[in-house]
């Protein structure tokens, strides 16, 4: 489809109403409640979490579509952009101390706590009196109440799996950047070939990493109650899966717009922050290998 002209405005632009930030309060609402409904298994919770997610997914489509009809005619000036720009960086950061807190539990658990069981860090009584048979190692195996948390068989191995979803997702952040170079050439095809390209790679990953949880659950017998060691992994990875999945619904939905002509090259915030986080999401995997898999 031919692009669009695309022509900027030097006015401030002050959006009509819209009822987006209402619908959206009550979907977090609706979505909070129903996961405190989960946690006391309440009989409704099922029906606030499906009445939240479809008034969410509502507020997304038609605030998301309202700031892009604004975009394609021309009613964001470089401030408004600038603006734009400044709200990813703080979204971004906001998903970099989610994470944050995770990686310090893992740290804290690492360095502290299970030492402590085991008797380190000056407290000798702790391994002596209450857990004499516990052995203090990471990944930790074998819990101090095996009856209440019986432990894994066996660890997750770093040079599987995880090897190569690692290399799957620095090469889809390759195939991002390349996508990125050709709409800045105005170069259609490597677009166009770089996005799908990343969409096919992230989808990789993701089967990949049900194929890791099915060996974890079935073979290794690693799961939430297992202990501390499987609480992290999958708090971890399956949080990082969730930003995968976040990542790639935002890479077909530039695609999409890919395909309808609405990026320039000096026009195309929606195609750089896509990347900015799918680029935040290779990252956080790294750490997740080093940390959760390798070390």
């Given at each position: 489809?031919?692009?669009?002209?695309?022509?900027?405005?030097?006015?401030?632009?002050?959006?009509?109403?819209?009822?987006?930030?209402?619908?959206?309060?009550?979907?977090?609402?609706?979505?909070?409640?129903?996961?405190?409904?989960?946690?006391?298994?309440?009989?409704?919770w099922p029906y606030l979490l499906f009445t939240g997610a479809v008034l969410f997914a509502v507020m997304l489509f038609g605030w998301?579509?309202?700031?892009?009809?604004?975009?394609?005619?021309?009613?964001?000036?470089?401030?408004?952009?600038?603006?734009?720009?400044?709200?990813?960086?703080?979204?971004?950061?906001?998903?970099?101390?989610?994470?944050?807190?995770?990686?310090?539990?893992?740290?804290?658990?690492?360095?502290?706590?299970?030492?402590?069981?085991?008797?380190?860090?000056?407290?000798?009584?702790?391994?002596?009196?209450?857990?004499?048979?516990?052995?203090?190692?990471?990944?930790?195996?074998?819990?101090?109440?095996?009856?209440?948390?019986?432990?894994?068989?066996?660890?997750?191995?770093?040079?599987?799996?995880?090897?190569?979803?690692?290399?799957?997702?620095?090469?889809?952040?390759?195939?991002?950047?390349?996508?990125?170079?050709?709409?800045?050439?105005?170069?259609?095809?490597?677009?166009?070939?770089?996005?799908?390209?990343?969409?096919?790679?992230?989808?990789?990953?993701?089967?990949?990493?049900?194929?890791?949880?099915?060996?974890?659950?079935?073979?290794?017998?690693?799961t939430l109650n297992s202990g501390i060691y499987g609480t992290t992994f999958f708090m971890l990875t399956g949080f990082h899966g969730?930003?995968?999945?976040?990542?790639?619904?935002?890479?077909?939905?530039?695609?999409?717009?890919?395909?309808?002509?609405?990026?320039?090259?000096?026009?195309?915030?929606?195609?750089?922050?896509?990347?900015?986080?799918?680029?935040?999401?290779?990252?956080?995997?790294?750490?997740?290998?080093?940390?959760?898999?390798?070390?």
């Amino acid at each position: 489809m031919k692009q669009k002209k695309y022509r900027s405005t030097t006015k401030y632009f002050l959006p009509h109403s819209a009822p987006w930030p209402i619908v959206g309060s009550f979907a977090l609402f609706f979505l909070a409640t129903g996961i405190g409904g989960f946690v006391h298994n309440n009989c409704v919770w099922p029906y606030l979490l499906f009445t939240g997610a479809v008034l969410f997914a509502v507020m997304l489509f038609g605030w998301f579509s309202s700031v892009i009809n604004e975009g394609m005619q021309g009613l964001h000036s470089k401030k408004m952009d600038r603006s734009y720009r400044w709200g990813m960086f703080w979204f971004i950061a906001s998903e970099v101390a989610f994470f944050g807190i995770f990686f310090g539990a893992l740290l804290y658990t690492r360095v502290f706590s299970v030492p402590t069981l085991g008797g380190d860090w000056g407290y000798p009584e702790t391994h002596q009196l209450l857990w004499p048979n516990f052995h203090a190692a990471w990944p930790l195996l074998q819990n101090p109440n095996t009856t209440q948390f019986p432990g894994p068989k066996q660890a997750m191995g770093a040079w599987g799996i995880a090897a190569i979803n690692t290399l799957i997702l620095l090469s889809s952040a390759v195939a991002v950047t390349w996508a990125h170079w050709g709409l800045l050439k105005n170069r259609r095809w490597q677009l166009l070939s770089g996005v799908i390209l990343t969409i096919v790679l992230g989808l990789t990953f993701l089967g990949l990493q049900v194929h890791e949880y099915l060996i974890a659950y079935l073979d290794y017998h690693l799961t939430l109650n297992s202990g501390i060691y499987g609480t992290t992994f999958f708090m971890l990875t399956g949080f990082h899966g969730l930003h995968v999945t976040i990542g790639l619904t935002m890479l077909m939905v530039i695609l999409v717009r890919c395909l309808k002509g609405h990026f320039l090259p000096e026009h195309h915030f929606g195609f750089e922050a896509v990347s900015w986080y799918w680029h935040f999401v290779d990252v956080v995997w790294l750490f997740l290998f080093l940390f959760v898999y390798w070390l």
